[in-house]
């Protein structure tokens, strides 16, 4: 019985390494996979950080000519004091600065 026992605790020990070794491959080929991943990602660029600024820019612009252009008045959806249609102004005063 005690031979038997021996014989258990080796195979379980030898199922444990077998575990770590294969949790230590996997780990190991994660790693490789996130460096590769992180290589091929691009890295942002300055104009990148213009992007967005630009494109609201030229909108605004765009609102500009368009309400000088036609004959539009877009400044009635500017913000009006003491008035519930100025509360729509908040929303688009910006575009109209």
Known sequence: ????????RERK???EERKEER???EGKKKNILLNKKMKTQKRPTILSA??????????????FLVDYLFPI????YGILPRDKSGLLGILFSPLLH
Do not use: A, C, D, N
């Not at 213009?50 to 609102?63: A, G």
């Not at 008045?73 to 009635?76: D, E």
């Open 1 to 8: 019985m005690g031979r038997e026992l021996e014989k258990r």
């Open 13 to 15: 020990e030898e199922r």
């Open 23 to 25: 949790i230590s491959r």
């Open 50 to 63: 213009f992007e967005y600024p630009l494109i609201i820019l030229v909108l605004m612009w765009v609102v």
């Open 73 to 76: 008045r877009l400044s009635q």
